[in-house]
């Protein structure tokens, strides 16, 4: 087999790195892992050596879904059982499909990322804890909060779910093919949603806000409100100031201004 440029193939080969990724996701027997990419199998054996319960293993590729299976039996004896093989896109996956899995541990394609952990969060509430090994940048995008430079639609989103922590570096040479960037690992663990607005409203608000980051909030959020004055309102029915930006506001003042919107 090649690796895909289209699906953004590029395997871990190296066991140190696998086993580290394995040994910081604190795996219970009691775990179910969803893991997303399995590839060649690297991360998945080690996951099965720190004692993770069940793995889910969603792989796109159909040649590697159906290579999977062989290469567990081979290399983990009857550890293999525990490993369920999903050939899909885990941008489409849901319950039906995964289960109810308590952690995803991946090695994610740097062009979907972001919509996969958020995809996921969304519909397997069972999910209560992540480690996601991505590009470095969108790493520290996840990772970023109020004021940072690189807090964006990614940040809010996210923090959204649950609370995201930096958890290391990769380099790029543990890599095949060799990637042209670094990658960092990220830990989450879900938390409540704020309170006042739901997902879908909020999540408007911030892609009005950061759809023109470098407007004011009155500015940038008078398309989504009909018109700058009524912005205005609601931002300060909500508590905000107008003329702030949207990378100065958090997750809770994002559904604030929300749910302002029906005062």
Known sequence: M??????????????????????????RD??????????????????LEAGAGLIVAVEIDAVLASQLTATLATHAGHLAER??????????????????PSVLVANLPYNV???????????????????????????????????????????????WYATARPAGTVPRTVFWPVP?????????T???PPPGASREDTFAVIESA???????????????????????RILRAAG???GARGESLTVAQFASVAAARSM
């Open 2 to 27: 090649r690796p895909s440029k289209r699906l953004g193939q590029n395997f871990v080969v190296e066991q140190g790195t696998v086993r580290r990724i394995a040994a910081l996701a604190a795996l």
């Open 30 to 47: 009691t775990d179910t892992v969803l893991e997303v990419g399995p590839g060649l199998g690297s991360l998945t054996l080690a996951l």
């Open 83 to 100: 490993v369920s093989v999903v050939n899909a896109d885990a941008l489409a996956v849901g319950q039906e499909r995964v289960g109810t």
């Open 113 to 159: 990322a972001v919509p996969v952990v958020l995809h996921l969060l969304a519909v397997l509430p069972s999910l209560d804890r992540g480690l996601v090994m991505i590009q470095a940048e969108v790493a520290d995008r996840l990772c970023a909060g109020p004021g940072s430079r690189v807090y964006g639609a990614p940040s809010v989103k996210l923090a």
């Open 180 to 188: 042209n960037v670094d990658s960092k690992l990220v830990e989450f």
């Open 190 to 192: 879900r938390h409540a």
């Open 210 to 232: 950061f759809g023109q980051r470098r407007k004011t909030l009155r500015a940038a959020l008078a398309g989504w409100a009909g018109s700058a004055a009524e912005a205005e």
């Open 240 to 242: 905000v100031d107008p």
